[in-house]
């Protein structure tokens, strides 16, 4: 029984994830994603996260190229903070003040100090984030798959196995204990799913279940037990919209405005059209904390009310929303933290939330948190030529794996597949925001797959196993499993 008037928790969860660019490509499209992802928000997320009881998901995909920052990438990492950024900001800056605007040409060059605060956080850490992120205390780390592949579209069993099984595997490695929580990528959900997750040791995960409960129902504060286990978390889309909708937080007039940008693609305005004022931005990032605190707490308290039990609410969110695309994320999570402690609103790890309330027992409907609620972001007749040929070269893999082809023609294919199989390709193409870059880089490593099984040039010829940082401990196990 839980005491009188007990609301129930929040469980705020941030899904960290990058496309798999190290290595591939640099401006517009390629690796330089991930340094500015690691700049302006891996890094000061872990200034933020400290001692905070808050789930934080890093997909394998992601540590691969984390994992690549301790040797080479993180060369070029510090190279792109140090000869580019600099040079690009002091080069934007004297366009605006040729152009007129001091005020925006003024606000560039303070924020070419983020790189170099940047690069002091970075080489402090001495290049470990992995490291970093698995020794933040009261934080709860969660698992992922391979590539972040949506599941529901996987081809086979095996396929679907394999995605699973090197993405536990790589979490347990390289961050230590891990207590079950799993990130569905794009809680890509269909009935049955949660007896693989099972099977791969998953004990909690995230689920979309807006359109079968609808917008603002209480169910969506209710955890789910399944037949199979696992207890499903539903997101509450109501929560999830102040800072992720269109109207959000991110809307707000001081905001610096991450669409309007300088002939060096820099923002250097505010949503509302002048030039960036810092201290402006970081005082409505604090009001919105506030009224966050105060809507979550509203929203616990109706549940409350009308179902006299304490409730669960996940507000899951993408890291990269906060510190890149909305500039002041990180200081209004801080905010949050610092509010809802003072508030008596009580923050929970997903692990925590579900030991205090209980699971109730209800269907779950297929499901996503793309457009519609449905997998059409990722499956439409524009990314049929990288979905299709995804699956084909998976069902090569799997036949080749039966047929015990040679291990390391199997073991690069594999790595082919995985990457070939991301959700990135296929909701780029969707969003037309990348050119020709994913689909490029989805039909290049297809096209890897049919490479590592095809005939060898000759008979002393051997495939080479790896493909840059992608799943280095590659256990092919789940491939040939029964």
Not at 3 to 25: I, K, N, Q, T, W
Not at 438 to 456: K, N, Q, S
């Amino acid at each position: 029984m839980s005491p009188p008037g007990d609301r129930g928790a929040l469980a705020l969860v941030l899904h960290s994830h990058m496309p798999y660019v190290e290595g591939f490509g640099t401006w517009p499209f390629g690796e330089e994603w991930l340094w500015e992802a690691v700049a302006t928000v891996y890094l000061p997320l872990l200034e933020v996260l400290e001692g905070a009881p808050v789930t934080v998901g890093l997909t394998p995909v992601l540590c691969d190229q984390l994992e690549a920052m301790r040797a080479d990438a993180g060369e070029r990492f510090l190279a792109y903070l140090r000869e580019v950024k600099p040079l690009v900001h002091a080069e934007a800056a004297a366009g605006l003040d040729e152009d007129g605007e001091p005020a925006a040409a003024a606000e560039l060059r303070r924020a070419a100090a983020d790189y170099e605060r940047a690069e002091q956080a970075f080489e402090r850490r001495g290049g470990d984030l992995l490291g970093a992120f698995a020794g933040l205390s009261g934080v709860e780390l969660m698992a992922s798959s391979a590539t972040h592949a949506v599941l529901p579209l996987l081809a086979t069993d095996s396929g679907l196995r394999l995605q699973l099984g090197v993405g536990v595997a790589s979490h347990e490695r390289r961050l230590g204990g891990w207590e079950g929580a799993f990130w569905l990528p794009e809680c890509a959900y269909e009935p049955g799913l949660e007896g693989d997750l099972a099977e791969a040791g998953v004990r909690a995960l995230c689920v979309d279940q807006t359109a079968a409960f609808g917008r603002g129902s209480h169910e969506h504060l209710e955890p789910i037990a399944t037949a199979a286990g696992p207890v499903a978390v539903p997101i509450d889309w109501d929560t999830v919209d102040l800072v992720w909708g269109s109207a959000g937080y991110p809307a707000g007039a001081a905001y610096r405005d991450s669409f309007r940008r300088t002939r060096h693609d820099l923002a250097a305005w505010s949503v509302g059209g002048k030039p960036y004022r810092p201290a402006d931005a970081l005082a409505q990032a604090e009001d919105h904390a506030r009224d966050f605190v105060d809507r979550v707490i509203a929203r616990l308290d109706a549940h409350r009310a009308e179902r006299g039990r304490p409730g669960l609410l996940c507000c899951a969110l993408d890291s990269e929303l906060l510190g890149h695309f909305w500039y002041e994320g990180p200081t209004w999570l801080a905010a949050v933290l610092r509010e809802a402690g003072g508030r008596g609103l009580e923050l929970v790890t997903l692990r925590a939330g579900l030991e205090r309330v209980d699971a109730v027992e209800r269907p779950l409907a297929s499901s996503s948190w793309g457009v519609g609620g449905d997998l059409s972001t990722w499956d439409s007749p524009a990314t049929a030529e990288v979905v299709f040929g995804a699956r084909r070269a998976e069902l090569r893999v799997a036949t080749a794996a039966t047929a015990r082809a040679r291990p390391e023609a199997l073991e690069r294919a594999a790595r082919e597949l995985l990457a070939a199989q991301s959700s990135d390709w296929p909701f780029l193409i969707s969003r037309g925001t990348a050119g020709p870059y994913p689909r490029e880089r989805a039909l290049a490593h297809i096209a890897g797959v049919d490479a590592a099984l095809g005939p060898l040039p000759d008979s002393g010829a051997v495939p080479e196993p790896s493909l840059r940082s992608l799943a280095p401990q590659l256990d092919l196990g789940s491939l040939i499993a029964p």
